[in-house]
């Protein structure tokens, strides 16, 4: 649900935050976080570039497959997280979600566990709105809000730029579309509740069989919207990435889930170091691809 100024967008601000790094605020939340024996550690990344991604188009529920480029991301970033070893995997029900999470498990050395495959962690729905061009879907939020542009949007709502995107969606969609009630877009207080008990439930289950970490491959858009409910833990620089709605392809935040507390703390988003680690390593190895991925498949 990106468009391509807004990916070209992110692209440079995530440069620019490389450079600056983590806010030891956020440095010192996070070594709060990995003291405590409850806290399990979940990698949310984002899936792959897809074609869908390269047209602008917002694919909501539909889908699209990895383009090249996006396959050999989500295996480096794999690649980068080698020496993780996960408890859980899960993703949502979507092809690219699929077949990011395959790439991340094989290039990681985790390819025998099996995959939740649930639609809490598929992208925010559009109804009629599906497959729209981003500057078209762009065009019918910023009118709702009367603002004249994305900019303007962004410096309207600060880090609840995504949450109220999908609201305006939503709330248009209510007034016109003929679909079933099912199938007409979501609004953003669903698309964060659904995401938030995905991540819960996938932090319990690793918890349950004494693990510390779990692989979650989600989209760009649910995951903004599930983190602008935390913004008070982020920091400057994530909060200004959130600003836009521009989570890189493969991106990856570590996420501290507290099970006994329900406390969440977040690490970088949308990091892409994983990939620059990975890609380094595949320079001079080589990693045998499964046949197969396992997924628990649910309805």
Known sequence: MISKAKLMSGLLLFLTLSSTGVAASAKSKVSSA????????????????????????????????????????????????????????????????????????????NSKLTVLESPQFREAGSGKYELYNGDQSDKLVND??????????????????????????????????????ADRAESANQVIKREAAGIKRVAKLTKNKDGKNALVVSSGYVIAAYLSKYDHNLSKAD??????????????????????????????????????????????????ESASMKVDYEK
């Open 144 to 181: 709702y809000y009367h603002v004249k542009d994305d900019a303007s949007l962004s410096k309207k709502f600060g880090t609840q730029f995504v949450p109220k995107t999908i609201q305006a969606i939503y709330e248009i969609d209510k007034d016109s579309d003929s679909l079933p009630k």
């Open 239 to 288: 909060k200004q990435l959130l600003s836009t709605g521009s989570i890189p392809n493969s991106g990856v935040t570590k996420v501290y889930y507290n099970v006994k507390t329900g406390k969440v703390t977040f690490g970088k988003i949308g990091d892409l170091s994983y990939a620059q680690k990975g890609a380094k390593y595949l320079q001079s190895h080589k990693v045998k």
């Open 34 to 109: 990995k003291k405590s024996g409850d806290v399990v550690t979940l990698y949310l990344a984002r899936h792959g570039q897809t074609t869908g991604n390269v047209l602008t188009l917002n694919e909501g529920w539909d889908d699209y497959p990895l383009t090249p480029r996006g396959d050999l991301v989500a295996k480096q970033v794999g690649a980068g997280l080698r020496g993780v070893h996960f408890t859980e995997a899960a993703c949502g029900k979507l092809v690219r979600h699929l077949n990011t999470i395959k790439d991340m498990l094989d290039y990681s050395g």
